[in-house]
């Protein structure tokens, strides 16, 4: 992975705003136009140049493909982060529940169990602001989510082998050396139904098993394998009532180690791990801590963390890595923009966002990402300018730490 | 006006959620529905002694009335601010063009004009984001007809003046509360409307500075804090097309705040708060003026205390401005420390590190912890509710690390 060797690199972590031609594309595909498959590849490959190049104009120094491999089908959607992966999976058959409508499961003391998505806690909290369609927290589309009725089998070899065609292609067109694609993991991935494994740890691992062959096909290409799973800390808000921290830990370390088990023997300095809180315009009231979590997150078998730090839940936790000591040679990649308002950052506070991580865990260990994806979560011209602003913010801050040559 | 003097006191912009019945009531008022007035001013009493209380509860230790008493008829709305005072001015005919259409108009090096809302410069760059209704820049349904000034301007609110203090007062007496605010337009903000009547703009600017004067008294003489709302001190920046230089620009506004003193005169600084902000729309706000080059023509405000944005991601950073900038002696600084900006309820840790920067650049009994703009039309109410806690909570924070453990 590249390091801030000279300035301030930035990154983001992951979806962008798909072209309106993809999303038509992509709706046409769904609705079983087969006859437009050829022109639909057409599509994706020219889409993923172009989002490649614009990066660069933008000032972006570690690509991604904005995750146009993804499908989405609308404008609005916070979900191909994950549920691209049931499509590339056989074992798994169509459901007729969406997540938000599975029964809800209580928590006990010393038994953490995941509850429905209608039932988080914030959502509950806030139940009223969560159903109005005018405060903004809408999410897009809520299909029915799949079960799991058969053995786990990785079957997107075709479909990882064209992403990554796409974007090599896209940053060789472009003169990039480095671009970094998005995998789900294990753990952030394996929360839908299942009537096939006993036990849920089970599901887990055979969840692992199966993604770790998409893992492989991005690393064995060259590229970073961002691995996105925000369940690490949004599963916090969906354990209910509200478990202790230390029982809380013991559940995510056994995702952890799932993970880590998918991670063996890969090379971890071409790995980052993308921890978030949700994307959701919500209040977030629930957050666990950062301070609470972070161990495990370290845990991760990963060379780089990418976390949330540039909304206002999670702003302050930059102050944690005055305590915790990042390990030697890993590298952090908080966000300094975010998706969580649509006022566009001033590169002055990106700076200053940059300057206090960069002045705690050293310069050279700091990329400046963005929260989550941007894309499907707020307009995309303002997802636009909020790059472009990442990148002003970063070429101030790499003035001030290494002064006037950057 | 009280200061922070053993804690980090609390307060806000103003605009609070309106309850269902309140908007309802006023939705047929303003359509023209035959209303019980009697009903009507009941409701109204009975929310101002509710939110008064609530804000109590929550930990609020200057609180207002909401603005209740300007009239809101649906839930999301940005307007009532400057709107209330189209009802309460004569000499206006409410038929008008709606003020999006009014012609728009170009400026040039030394002779600044505003041209209209819908050509703002922000909204012309992201075109496309403001018009999309997913985007979350909706600003609620949009008047049909605006005001133009067709005679003389006088101020006619008095009886809605005198009702709106007498409900705050009737609920800040319940609640036990020595001090409260009430906003007001200030005339800079207020006179952005087309003008018929008077020869120059700058009369007109004049004419709405005497007839505003006596609202402004009214609210004074009732021993309460008088918030001065004048956002155009900031917003018109990003009205004027093509963008002017900021010396053009602060010649401009000084001409506003001059006729802001003179509605002023002789009134008691000490109880005067003024409110500037770069217009609380939820768009990305890139054509914002910064606050460094605004901030000696606020001062220049003959007012006790500034309240400005300071807890959005446009503005945050600015603090820094105090490190050069000397606040007059004995005037106050209400930052916002949460914004009506994102869904996402500011983490009290946050809100402290916010307050103690101020504190640490002005003086910890300078500081009156704040929000960035209303809250009410702007965010879900329970939204705007879980804020002010936020408030309350990270200013205790604050609070404790300037007092030591006692507070």
């Not at chain 2, 999301?76 to 709606?98: E, S």
Request: charged share 25%; proline share 6%; hydrophobic share 40%.
């Amino acid at each position: 992975m590249r390091t801030s060797s000279d300035h301030i690199l930035t990154s983001h972590a992951g979806s962008l705003p798909r072209p309106d031609a993809l999303i038509e594309a992509n709706r046409a595909r769904e609705a079983g136009a087969t006859a437009g498959e050829r022109g639909y590849d057409e599509v994706l490959r020219q889409s993923v140049a172009e989002i490649v190049r614009r990066q660069r104009e933008l000032g972006i120094d570690v690509p991604g493909d904005g995750e146009l491999g993804k499908a989405t089908t609308q404008r609005i959607n916070y979900g191909p982060w994950w549920r691209y992966s049931f499509l590339r999976m056989s074992g798994l058959s169509p459901g007729g529940l969406t997540l938000y409508e599975l029964p809800p499961r209580r928590s006990g003391p010393d038994e953490v169990v995941l509850t429905s998505f209608a039932d988080r806690r914030d959502r509950t909290r806030f139940a009223a602001a969560y159903a109005d369609p005018a405060s903004g927290i809408t999410t897009g589309p809520r299909p029915p989510s799949p079960v799991c009725t058969g053995p786990l089998v990785y079957t997107g070899q075709q479909a990882i082998a064209v992403d990554i065609a796409n974007f090599k292609a896209a940053l060789a067109a472009a003169g990039v050396t480095e671009g970094f694609m998005t995998a789900v993991a294990p753990g952030s991935a394996y929360r839908i139904p299942n009537t096939y494994y006993k036990t849920d740890e089970e599901f887990l691992y055979a969840w692992a098993e199966a993604l770790r062959e998409e893992y492989k096909a991005i690393l064995d290409a060259g590229l970073v394998l961002q691995l996105d799973d925000p369940a690490v800390a949004d599963n916090w808000d969906m354990v209910n009532p509200e478990p202790s921290v230390d029982a809380y830990k013991k559940f995510t370390m056994v995702r952890v180690d799932a993970l880590n088990h998918a991670l063996r023997g890969l090379p971890q300095e071409r790995i980052r791990f993308h921890l978030c809180w949700g994307s959701w315009h919500g209040p977030h009231t629930t957050d666990i801590a950062m301070r609470d979590i972070v161990e495990v997150m370290l845990a991760v078998n990963a060379g780089a963390y990418s976390f949330e730090a540039g909304n206002v839940r999670h702003e302050h936790e930059w102050r944690l890595w005055e305590d915790v000591k990042l390990p030697d040679g890993k590298l952090i990649l908080p966000g300094v923009v975010s998706h969580a308002t649509n006022v566009v950052e001033h590169p002055e506070l990106v700076a200053e966002r940059i300057l206090r991580f960069a002045n705690l865990v050293g310069r050279e260990r700091v990329i400046a990402s963005t929260d989550c994806g941007l894309g499907g979560r707020i307009h995309p011209d303002i997802a636009w300018a909020k790059l472009d602003t990442l990148a002003q913010g970063a070429a101030l801050a790499s003035r001030q730490l290494w002064g006037r040559r950057a | 006006m009280r200061a922070s003097t053993d804690h980090i006191l609390t307060s806000h912009a103003g605009s609070l959620p309106r309850p269902d019945d309140l908007i309802e009531t006023n939705r047929a008022r303003e359509a023209g529905e035959p209303s019980d007035e009697h009903a009507f001013r009941q409701t109204l009493r009975a929310a101002v002694g509710d939110t008064v209380r609530h804000q109590k509860e929550l930990g609020i230790d200057i609180p207002g009335d909401g603005e209740f008493g300007k009239s809101v008829g649906n839930r999301v709305n940005y307007g009532a601010w400057w709107n209330y005072a189209f009802q309460r001015l004569g000499g206006l005919d409410l038929a008008g063009p709606n003020l999006d259409h009014m012609t728009p108009r170009l400026a040039r090096p030394g002779e600044i004009v505003l041209t209209n809302a819908g050509r703002r410069r922000d909204r012309v760059r992201f075109a496309a984001a403001y018009a999309d209704p997913v985007s979350g820049v909706f600003m609620g349904p949009r008047p049909a007809m605006g005001p133009i000034c067709v005679g003389p301007l006088t101020y006619t609110g008095q009886d809605a003046i005198k009702a709106d203090i007498a409900n705050f007062k009737a609920a800040l007496a319940d609640a036990g509360i020595e001090e409260g605010f009430m906003t007001a337009v200030a005339p800079g903000s207020a006179y952005r409307i087309p003008n018929a009547h008077y020869e120059r703009d700058e009369d007109f600017l004049y004419a709405c500075a005497e007839a505003m004067r006596e609202e402004y008294k009214a609210i004074l003489d009732a021993g309460l804090v008088l918030q001065l709302d004048d956002p155009a001190t900031a917003t018109s920046w990003d009205m004027i097309d093509p963008e002017p230089s900021v010396e053009d620009y602060k010649k401009f506004i000084m001409v506003r705040v001059e006729a802001l003193n003179h509605a002023l005169r002789g009134l008691p600084q000490d109880r005067i708060r003024f409110h500037l902000c770069w217009g609380s729309w939820h768009g990305p706000h890139t054509t914002d003026i910064a606050m460094r080059d605004i901030v000696e023509v606020m001062l220049a405000v003959d007012a006790g205390a500034y309240s400005f944005e300071a807890g959005n991601v446009r503005h945050e950073h600015e603090w820094r401005v105090w490190q050069d900038v000397k606040l007059p002696d004995g005037k106050l600084i209400l930052p916002g420390v949460v914004s009506h900006a994102t869904n996402v309820v500011e983490h009290p840790e946050l809100v402290a590190d916010r307050i103690l920067r101020f504190a640490n650049l002005v003086g910890r009994e300078r500081v009156i912890a704040s929000t960035d703009c209303g809250l009410g039309g702007r965010v879900h109410p329970d939204i705007a509710w879980a804020k002010l806690e936020a408030l309350a909570q990270g200013a205790a924070l604050a609070s404790r690390q300037l007092w030591g453990g006692r507070a």
